[in-house]
């Protein structure tokens, strides 16, 4: 029986596993080596070891540097009012009476649509002649220049990926609103507890886990960036919106130079999974005390 069972989970796990190592583990082994080479990919014969002198290129680099400090001043920008904006949109979503599927329906649809599409789209509503200009006109502002400014192009970049994906973090807090035991709101009720007292000591604790979450996945999606500034300024103007992503791909597919391309996914992975071991630890404690209340609960 045991040995049927192993032949099954095999048969089930199996293609997976080989999808995995052809795609995943195949790659990542690949970039690995070639990040200590000077791989060509026009030239893979005069392929040579160098060392760890890539790794001490990229950061003499000063476009690589460039786009490391736009990637991180894009994260630093989209992080807080993704977070933010989902968790008050869930908290106005949840205590709405009426139309809650269809406001979650309208936030959400952004989420679905191809990034190429919505960045076209903004591109439009950024132009001198779009909407945005225009209602600011209406308001005695002048025309701002958005995309076509080195010093606007980033925040306006990081306002639209903003609004095309903070439906989906809101998603995640709504099920987590919905899951918090009314029964506590009720207890603090009977204290006389505000509702920011009720928010600060009952909501934020029960959504501490979603929150680290949230915060997690939102900055690796915020250094992934790569479409938005492609697609709406081509990286600039100026390398304003150069992130590491984009320089990742120019680098590899049209310098070709695959070794220093290697490089920088390497340094990449690294970076996530140093974010992803710190969202484990924060994680952690609270996972722990909420198994231990299950144990101890009778």
Same mark, same amino acid.
């Given at each position: 029986?045991?040995?049927?069972?192993?032949?099954?989970?095999?048969?089930?796990?199996?293609?997976?596993?080989?999808?995995?190592?052809?795609?995943?583990?195949?790659?990542?082994?690949?970039?690995?080596?070639?990040?200590?080479?000077?791989y060509f990919a026009l030239n893979p014969d005069l392929t040579h070891f160098v060392g760890l002198?890539?790794?001490?290129?990229?950061?003499?680099?000063?476009?690589?540097?460039?786009?490391?400090?736009?990637?991180?001043?894009?994260?630093?920008?989209?992080?807080?009012?993704?977070?933010?904006?989902?968790?008050?949109?869930?908290?106005?979503?949840?205590?709405?009476?009426?139309?809650?599927?269809?406001?979650?329906?309208?936030?959400?649809?952004?989420?679905?649509?191809?990034?190429?599409?919505?960045?076209?789209?903004?591109?439009? =509503?950024?132009? /001198?002649?779009?909407?945005?200009?225009?209602?600011?006109?209406?308001?005695?502002?002048?025309?701002?220049?958005?995309?076509?400014?080195s010093n606007q192009a980033l925040p306006s970049i990081a306002t639209m990926s903003v609004w095309?994906?903070?439906?989906?973090?809101?998603?995640?807090?709504?099920?987590?609103?919905?899951? =918090?035991?009314?029964?506590?709101?009720?207890?603090?009720e009977m204290d006389h507890a505000t509702q920011w007292q009720k928010f600060r000591d009952i909501?934020?604790?029960?959504?501490?886990?979603?929150?680290?979450?949230?915060?997690?996945?939102?900055?690796?999606?915020?250094?992934?960036?790569?479409?938005? /500034?492609?697609?709406?300024?081509?990286?600039? /103007?100026?390398?304003?919106?150069?992130?590491?992503?984009?320089?990742?791909?120019?680098?590899?597919?049209?310098?070709?130079?695959?070794?220093?391309?290697?490089?920088?996914?390497?340094?990449?992975? =690294?970076?996530?999974?140093?974010?992803?071991?710190?969202?484990?630890?924060?994680?952690?404690?609270?996972?722990?005390?909420?198994?231990?209340?299950?144990?101890?609960?009778?």
């Amino acid at each position: 029986m045991k040995q049927k069972n192993a032949i099954m989970g095999m048969a089930f796990f199996g293609p997976a596993l080989i999808l995995l190592t052809l795609f995943l583990f195949l790659p990542l082994l690949l970039t690995l080596g070639f990040s200590f080479t000077d791989y060509f990919a026009l030239n893979p014969d005069l392929t040579h070891f160098v060392g760890l002198e890539n790794y001490f290129e990229i950061f003499k680099d000063e476009l690589f540097v460039a786009a490391f400090f736009n990637t991180v001043k894009f994260v630093i920008i989209i992080v807080p009012l993704q977070c933010g904006g989902a968790l008050l949109l869930a908290l106005a979503i949840n205590k709405a009476a009426h139309c809650k599927k269809y406001f979650k329906v309208a936030f959400f649809i952004p989420v679905v649509m191809s990034l190429a599409v919505v960045s076209t789209l903004w591109i439009q =509503i950024y132009s /001198p002649e779009g909407i945005l200009n225009t209602l600011l006109s209406n308001f005695g502002i002048d025309a701002q220049a958005f995309i076509y400014s080195s010093n606007q192009a980033l925040p306006s970049i990081a306002t639209m990926s903003v609004w095309q994906g903070v439906g989906y973090q809101m998603i995640i807090f709504l099920g987590g609103l919905q899951n =918090i035991n009314p029964a506590l709101y009720e207890a603090a009720e009977m204290d006389h507890a505000t509702q920011w007292q009720k928010f600060r000591d009952i909501t934020l604790p029960e959504l501490k886990p979603l929150c680290v979450f949230v915060f997690i996945t939102v900055t690796i999606g915020a250094f992934r960036m790569l479409v938005q /500034p492609m697609v709406m300024t081509g990286g600039g /103007p100026d390398h304003s919106t150069y992130t590491i992503v984009y320089d990742i791909y120019e680098t590899g597919t049209v310098n070709w130079e695959m070794g220093l391309a290697s490089t920088m996914a390497i340094v990449f992975t =690294i970076f996530v999974v140093v974010l992803t071991i710190i969202q484990n630890v924060l994680t952690k404690d609270k996972e722990e005390r909420h198994v231990n209340k299950k144990t101890t609960r009778p």
